[in-house]
């Protein structure tokens, strides 16, 4: 019972350059979602998913984008890195339905360094 | 602009003893409220929740209180243990997105 799996764990990139955070769930979970956890902040949402092909943004957005091509795969794109997207990123997913409360699960992180 | 606030970045406790994590919030619509649980270099956990129609809610030894004219809610951990300390979240929603707050760090010492 994996959860949310997150790659890669760890990951050093130069200023311009370009990557994909992947996530993927097993929970048949409708809704995922991006955080990013700068040090002694709390969680930001960059963008959520409510379903397969669609998507929509967070509290900060900017510089990043997604897609949600299947129910299982949320895949998070930087595509100009910037010191300032040097940040702990974590995938979460939740069934969605209020009446289950909102419970998201998280994947364990992925730490992303901006040299 | 924080809609979801702890004020306490950290709070020690000795073992055996009550553990208290206050949060407030500024949202009236919020009406669903949680905590999580966030160990080193793991993802956060999903500790205990409340809805806006409650005012007090328990598990074990964790309880979660809402005082709504007030948008305030606490985490009381009784007794409190070493394996508690960590960091807390207290997170909103009105929709189907979580607002969270900074987070206290608890440290539980012998």
């Known amino acids: 019972n994996a959860g949310v799996t997150q790659t890669p764990k760890f990951r050093i990139l130069k200023i311009g350059q370009s990557m994909t955070l992947q996530c993927t769930q097993d929970m048949n979970h409708n809704y995922m979602y991006w955080y990013r956890q700068d040090p002694g902040m709390g969680l930001k949402l960059i963008y959520y998913s409510v379903g397969a092909g669609i998507t929509d943004k967070g509290e900060v957005p900017n510089g990043y984008n997604v897609s949600r091509s299947t129910t299982e795969d949320f895949p998070l794109r930087l595509e100009l890195a910037a010191p300032s997207q040097t940040s702990v990123y974590f995938c979460a997913s939740s069934y969605g339905d209020r009446g289950l409360g909102n419970t998201i699960y998280f994947g364990e992180g992925s730490w992303l360094t901006v040299v | 602009d924080q809609q979801v606030k702890q004020n306490s970045p950290s709070l020690s406790v000795q073992e055996g003893r009550i553990s208290i994590l206050n949060c407030d919030y500024t949202?009236?619509?919020?009406?669903?409220f949680l905590w999580y649980k966030k160990y080193p270099a793991e993802g956060p956990t999903f500790l205990i929740s409340i809805s806006s129609i409650k005012d007090k809610n328990e598990d074990g030894r964790f309880t979660v209180f809402l005082n709504k004219s007030a948008k305030h809610l606490s985490l009381h951990i009784v007794p409190s243990q070493p394996g508690d300390s960590a960091v807390y979240f207290c997170a909103a929603s009105a929709t189907d997105k979580l607002i969270f707050g900074t987070g206290t760090r608890l440290q539980v010492f012998p």
């Open positions: 949202n009236s619509m919020f009406d669903y």
